[in-house]
């Protein structure tokens, strides 16, 4: 089924990689689900949600219908959960259940297997961070600054921790917590980092990490590595800073709301300036660029050669993780471009991501044969796909 943003494919906008095309040998284009109907393919522009592969199946949400689980191989609905106002955060899904943010203004979780409703919990404010699921707790960031922590398996209020102060100017964004050990750790949108107790919620410690003007957002989720946090402010700096939020041991000038990726000595960092870096880790120089060719990155996914990552402008890109040339280019059209990360699934080398059209891609990374065998037969794990 192919969506009605493959009509906009003739649509661009200026291109700074004009050269840079949908190559087969990188990535092949299975098929395409619209979740939108032909005359709604403009009103939403944005979509948070991301899909999540479990098993033989996958979940994703969307703000038209909701939750949706399919059976991938075959592009076959299994079961709808419909939600006024759809889904607005990206899913987190664990021990059959995932958790997710409504439009409507609740935090919800549904059964993935059978698609009905565990339990949901109004909050009055849209989530539209990612939740963090740990030692049975469910914990998120709305966007007006109030970290929750509920109970995971019953949706039992637990604890909320409230900023007092919030700035006049921010991006619509939060910043999915982080625990570890006995604390939670968060960005906010006046660009302090606090740790909060896991048990009660009070505030343990608060690290200011940008002094800008304008929009001082720490919206992306930390990463914690050896007791290193690596956290970036959105157009600020990204810092790696010790666990305890004392000492920043380094920072590179360009931010974001996305979360790191960290690979070895390596760190991949989407930027809100346009550009994919990779840097040193052990002191934050830069190894390569990639500059899109528009808007902000998505999250950045990695497969064992490839750095995945969408353009809210309109491309999807593939780029050699050690190089950082681009390989591959997607246009999902003009002003369609993509929030929600990629998902990708080892088993079967395919990658998932919904665009704001409302367009459901799915690309699968070609298998290459290595060894020839008689009557022209390969081992089952190196055919080609064609």
């Known amino acids: 089924m192919v969506g009605v943003g493959g009509l906009l494919l003739g649509c661009s906008g200026p291109q700074r990689h004009p050269e840079m095309r949908a190559d087969p040998q990188i990535l092949v284009r299975k098929w395409t689900r619209s979740t939108h109907g032909i005359f709604e393919a403009g009103d939403r522009g944005v979509e948070f949600s991301n899909a999540v592969v479990m098993e033989n199946t996958l979940i994703f949400g969307d703000q038209t219908t909701g ?4 059976y991938p191989g075959i592009n076959e609905i299994r079961w709808t959960f419909p939600i006024k ?9 664990s021990g059959g259940s995932a958790y997710f943010g409504g439009g409507d203004g609740y935090l919800y979780s549904v059964d993935v297997e059978t698609g009905k409703e565990n339990w949901k919990y109004n909050l009055r404010n849209p989530v539209i961070s990612q ?5 049975g707790r469910l914990f998120v960031t709305t966007t007006d600054d109030v970290v929750y922590a509920f109970d995971a398996g019953t949706g039992k209020w637990l604890w909320h921790y409230r900023r007092k102060t919030s700035p006049s100017s921010t991006i619509y964004g939060a910043s999915p917590p982080l625990v570890d050990g006995t604390e939670v750790i968060a960005g906010l949108s006046d660009g302090f980092l606090v740790s909060l107790s896991i048990e009660e919620g009070q505030l343990k410690w608060e690290k200011k990490l940008h002094f800008g003007t304008r929009f001082t957002d720490i919206d992306a989720h930390p990463v914690l590595e050896n007791g290193i946090l690596y956290i970036p402010s959105y157009d600020g700096n990204l810092y790696a800073l010790k666990r305890d939020g004392n000492a920043i041991l380094w920072r590179f000038d360009a931010g974001g709301s996305r979360t790191v990726l960290l690979e070895n000595d390596k760190v991949f960092l989407p930027s809100s300036d346009g550009s994919i870096y990779a840097l040193q880790k052990d002191n934050g120089k830069k190894i390569w660029k990639f500059e899109m060719d528009g808007g902000t990155p998505t999250q950045l996914v990695a497969t064992d050669k490839y750095i995945l990552v969408g353009s809210s402008y309109q491309y999807f890109y593939v780029l050699d993780k050690n190089t950082g040339k681009g390989l591959y280019r997607f246009n999902a059209g003009y002003g369609s471009g993509f929030r929600g990360s990629p998902a990708f699934d080892p088993a079967t080398q395919r990658v998932y991501i919904l665009s704001g059209g409302g367009n459901l891609y799915t690309f699968e990374i070609p298998r290459q044969s290595t060894k020839a065998y008689p009557h022209g037969r390969t081992t089952p794990d190196t055919f080609t796909l064609k």
């Open 67 to 70: 939750l949706v689980s399919l």
């Open 85 to 93: 106002g759809g889904i607005v955060s990206p899913l987190m899904a």
């Open 131 to 135: 939740p963090t699921l740990s030692h």
